[in-house]
């Protein structure tokens, strides 16, 4: 489809206010063309899968500074699966060391970025692996 | 130098070619090339500088600075459970560190116990958890609490954490004339930057003016507040909006403390300020010195305080943790090596040097030493802290200070065109500026203007991470949620319901809320039920995102 | 999503979420797919009421339908919200930050909550609304609220495709009321002053009821009702709420909503057909580049375009002609 916009949803799950990167990010989206779901802080993985499948959104974004990334991305990779959303791009950024991102690669989490990593960049990996399987 | 003015000497400049870079700060602030005596053209230094230890404090807040006492080493930390932040406690201690400095745990920050449904994965990880007056006598088990000061990173709940902390001195038979510490207890940054907050502004406000009556009677040592830019800067802020919106809080907490009736002179010798130390140096310098000459002439001259003590920016600096990066984490001991250099330059009174692996993990032990010594080479090789504000009259300094200040002065205006601090959150203002700048800022970087080395330049692909990083156990969670039922279920449930009751109407009547939250504290309430029974009085607040 | 697989209906019907999102998303994304679509579910429609809100941006409107959404869940409804944000010109990207003023409504079963970015729509909804609308219909829900872009302007397409019209304003908003065109104040089936908690209330209702004096009686309506609420307080919602819903009543029976949804669907077919029309036959009538070859003709030698358009319509009628007779063979 020529204008298939990718859609997004930006969360920040648990108790965690450093939203610094969540906006940035989510500002960088809507400036190379997409539609940004933003639903902020303090949300559940519940929540987050929740308004994902009634956005029908491509891509989860997650941004976690608090360390609670490991129990994070693993909820929400499993509602998604549950919900139908298998299909889609889990990804995030925060404070996560290279051996628990290798971890969530396991799990079926996409890229997930760091302090210092190049807003470009992101932009361009969700838009490489925004996924969608057509109905 | 004769009659030469600047012009003249520009042509030269131009003529011997610049290279093709951004010549802004960090902030983005234009800058010359050259600063000379002409820049500081009307700008009286009697009367802009003075003397280190007068009025208006340009140059320092003491007389004698660091050669009559070095700036406090004071590591922020705290991680897992109570038992293990203790550990580190007296590792530091042991080191060489001055003071103490807790960093609790997200659930805690929020006024949440360890089993609240939102702390799943997030006890223990980045701070201490707390959740009743038992963690807090673990957390200080065997540490002399008359003897080392005590700063607590605590905002939304920091009146009874405090209690708590009271409650365990009690116990130990300390009297509270012998504590000496701050609590950050900084609400409006909250709502500015960092998003931490439980109520609406107007009730954490009473509370901070509670707890600084509290205080200005009983625990006379104690600095009640830390106002805090750090958290601003964090959030993406230029160095002016950090200055600008840390004092324009500080002004907005003074108006609070005296519409309930305080005396200036009673809580404004302990009102103490906190600021980030970035990568721009001289920026951050300036930004240090233009903040205690605008502070003084605003309790001197605007809040009509007498005594000098009352006109102090006495503040604690930390070096930028936005500034470390994931990519060659070891070079972020230069880094920060230079942001403590700022900080000590701009005069302040405690420092903390961030950890060269904060943007991957909470500080190793290795790596927290590292920054310590960092700390200590300035203070005892460098010579830095020889000679008194050893850059002031520096044209560049000097014209930097001025105009950091007219910037502020600029925003003050527009913040009391808005309705004051309070009126501009609701409206979104700071958030607003901050995520502006914040979003160029990064912008900068993804084109090539500004630099982060090791990432946007000078990167070495591929190369795998080499230094250890610290974990928090699982178990850790698990330890912490079955402590805290223990407690409750030890504890008398009766007397906590009966002071729980007690503090709801305390609540509702406006009486000052600190002493019927020490009786809580004493009876093991949590700090969740406390948080509960406040909000069924003051309501929640919920997020107000701006863009 | 053309050829739509027979299951994925079955799960629509029985209530499945994603299906129902992934809909909308289709009648966002792939006109081609709207007969479809369409045929399977009007038939499929229950009557669900639409009920428009609007207003200058940030005076409310999405905290309004969130206190809104959540009384008419407590009265036993089902609800949608269609939640429209403005699409940027310059990017073609949206932020979408509604949501974020309706959380306490998201852990609740009977609540459907979309976000819409306006795309090509002009008049505060996205061209896709109304059918996302006719969706969450056919799925069962009978309350859909439809929170336009925040409008300056009166915007228009709301009043097509709501029963009825909330227009929130807030203190200090007196100037726009001047700004709104005669429309929207004609349209509006009730005026929402929210933020009454502000200074200012006074002055705002002031001037609605020297609004209200001077203007002629609607077309045989009275002028609408004006309620005073605080959505961020929770305060004076139930009033509003109560008197939505006495309209809503107002609406069915007196006929206005039959009204209402024969137009709408008048309009579709309208639409549709032109839409058909030019999709078959806009190549004969040199869409694109004859199009624009002749306009610039016109600015360099001056005359009229009619000449033109007479010769394109025969060639079209000729078409129709060929067209039928081939049939007839
Ligand atoms: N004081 C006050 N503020 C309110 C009230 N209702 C909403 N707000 C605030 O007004 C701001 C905008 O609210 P929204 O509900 O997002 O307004 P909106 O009209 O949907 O905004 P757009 O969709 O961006 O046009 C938020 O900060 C709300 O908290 C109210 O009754 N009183
Ligand atoms: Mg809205």
Not at chain 2, 214 to 224: D, G, H, L
Request: glycine fraction near 10%.
């Amino acid at each position: 489809m020529a204008d298939r916009k990718i859609k997004v949803i930006i969360a920040k799950p648990g108790l965690d206010g450093h939203d610094r990167g969540a906006k940035v990010v989510a500002r960088a989206l809507v400036e190379a063309g997409m539609e940004v779901v933003y639903l902020g802080l303090q949300q559940t993985p519940e929540s987050i899968v929740r308004a994902a499948v009634e956005e029908d959104a491509d891509v989860i974004g997650l941004s976690i500074l608090s360390g609670a990334h490991m129990t994070n991305f693993r909820r929400v990779r499993e509602l998604m699966l549950s919900s139908g959303l298998g299909d889609r791009l889990l990804t995030g950024g925060g404070i996560i060391p290279t051996k628990d991102q290798e971890k969530l690669q396991e799990m079926g989490v996409g890229k997930v970025f760091g302090p210092g990593d190049d807003l470009q960049e992101i932009v361009e990996y969700i838009r490489a692996n925004a996924r969608r399987v057509p109905g | 130098m004769g009659n030469r003015t600047k012009t003249a000497w520009a042509e030269k400049y131009e003529a011997g070619g610049v290279r093709d870079a951004d010549f802004t700060s960090i902030s983005g602030r234009p800058l010359e090339p050259l600063y000379t005596w002409e820049d500081l053209a009307g700008s009286d230094p009697e009367t802009r500088l003075g003397w280190p230890g007068e009025y208006p404090y340009t140059r320092g807040v003491h007389p004698s600075m660091y050669r009559g006492k070095l700036w406090t080493m004071r590591q922020f930390a705290g991680m897992g459970t109570p038992d293990q932040t203790n550990e580190r406690y007296r590792f530091l201690l042991e080191k060489g560190q001055t003071g103490l400095s807790v960093a609790f745990d997200n659930p805690t920050l929020y006024g949440r116990d360890s089993d609240h449904a939102l702390a799943a994965g997030e006890v223990g990880k980045t701070g201490v958890a707390v959740d009743t007056l038992a963690d807090m006598e673990r957390l200080f088990a065997g540490i002399p609490l008359d003897r080392v000061s005590t700063s607590m990173t605590i905002n939304a709940p920091a009146a009874w954490i405090f209690a708590m902390f009271l409650a365990n001195a009690e116990k130990r038979g300390i009297g509270f004339d012998k504590l000496r510490g701050t609590l950050q207890n900084d609400i409006l940054k909250e709502y500015i930057a960092q998003k931490e907050w439980i109520f609406p502004p107007e009730p954490h406000l009473r509370l901070i003016t509670d707890l600084m009556a509290f205080c200005a009677e009983k625990v006379p040592q104690w600095n009640t507040i830390s106002i805090s830019g750090y958290h601003i800067r964090e959030a993406g802020s230029t160095a002016a909006q950090e200055l600008a919106f840390t004092l324009a809080d500080g002004f907005c907490y003074v108006e609070h403390a005296l519409a309930a009736g305080l005396d200036i002179e009673d809580f404004a010798p302990r009102l103490s300020f906190f600021f980030n130390s970035h990568l721009d140096f001289f920026e951050e310098i300036a930004k240090m010195r233009a903040a205690r000459r605008i502070w003084a002439r605003a309790m001197r001259d605007k809040y009509k305080a007498k005594n000098p003590r009352s006109w102090l920016c006495r503040f604690h600096v930390q070096t930028a943790g936005c500034s470390l990066t994931a990519q060659q984490p070891e070079i972020n001991i230069v880094r920060t090596a230079l942001e403590a250099l700022a900080g000590v330059l701009g005069g302040c009174q405690s420092l903390h040097t961030n950890s060269m692996d904060e943007a991957l993990a909470l500080p190793s032990e290795k790596a927290v030493e590292i920054a310590l010594r960092t700390q200590q080479i300035i203070a005892f090789e460098s010579g830095a802290a020889n000679v008194i504000d050893p850059l002031g009259g520096s044209y560049y300094i000097e014209k930097l200070t001025n105009d950091l200040e007219e910037e502020a002065e600029r925003y003050f205006r527009k913040i009391d065109e808005l309705g004051g601090v309070v009126k501009a959150i609701e409206q979104g203002f700071f958030q607003r500026e901050i995520t502006r700048a914040a979003y160029e800022y990064e912008m900068a970087l993804s084109r090539r203007k500004k630099f982060h080395v090791g990432v946007n330049e000078f990167a070495n692909l591929g190369q795998k991470l080499e230094i250890p990083l610290l974990e928090i156990d699982e178990s850790t969670e698990r330890d912490q949620v079955a402590a805290l039922l223990r407690t409750k279920a030890e504890r008398d449930n009766g007397a906590v319901r009966e002071s729980l009751a007690a503090l709801k109407t305390a609540a509702a009547a406006g009486r000052n809320l600190m002493p019927p939250l020490l009786e809580c504290a004493r009876r093991y309430a949590t700090l969740g039920e406390i948080s509960d029974a406040l909000t069924a009085v003051f309501g929640s607040y919920r997020e107000q995102p701006f863009f | 999503m053309t050829f739509i697989p027979q299951v994925f209906w079955e799960d629509f019907f029985k209530g499945g979420r994603l299906a129902c999102a992934r809909l909308i998303t289709a009648v966002e994304n792939e006109p081609e797919a709207l007969p479809e679509i369409l045929d399977r579910i009007i038939p499929g429609q229950k009557g669900g009421l639409r009920i428009g809100v609007t207003g200058p941006p940030g005076v409310g409107k999405s905290t309004v339908t969130a206190a809104l959404a959540r009384r008419a869940v407590r009265a036993g409804h089902s609800v949608g919200i269609l939640a429209v944000d403005p699409t940027s010109p310059f990017s073609g990207g949206a932020f979408l930050g509604d949501r974020v003023r309706m959380q306490d409504l998201s852990d609740d079963h009977q609540v459907f909550i979309r976000s819409m970015a306006s795309r090509d729509g002009h008049g505060g909804l996205s061209p896709a609304t109304p059918y996302a609308a006719d969706i969450l219909d056919a799925f069962g829900l009978d309350r859909i609220f439809i929170e336009t872009v925040g409008v300056g302007q009166a915007e228009l397409d709301v009043l097509d495709c709501s029963d009825l019209v909330v227009l929130v304003l807030q203190p200090g908003t007196g100037d726009v009321i001047q700004a709104l065109k005669a429309g929207i104040i004609e349209a509006a089936d009730i005026f929402l002053v929210n933020k009454s908690d502000l200074q200012g209330t006074e002055t705002l209702l002031d001037s609605l009821r020297f609004l209200m004096d001077i203007s002629p009686v609607r077309k045989g309506r009275p002028f609408p009702p004006v309620v005073e609420a605080s959505a961020l307080l929770d305060k004076g919602m139930d009033a509003a709420s109560a008197e939505v819903e006495r309209l809503i009543q107002d609406c069915v029976g007196s006929g206005r909503y039959r009204e209402k949804r024969r137009s709408r669907l008048e309009r579709e077919i309208r639409s549709a057909i032109q839409r058909e029309l030019w999709d078959g036959y806009s190549a004969l009538a040199g869409a694109g580049e004859s199009i624009r070859a002749v306009a610039e003709a016109l600015i360099e030698k001056g005359g009229s375009p009619y000449p033109y358009i007479h010769e394109a319509c025969s060639r079209i009628r000729i078409q129709l002609v060929d067209e039928r007779d081939s049939r007839g063979k």
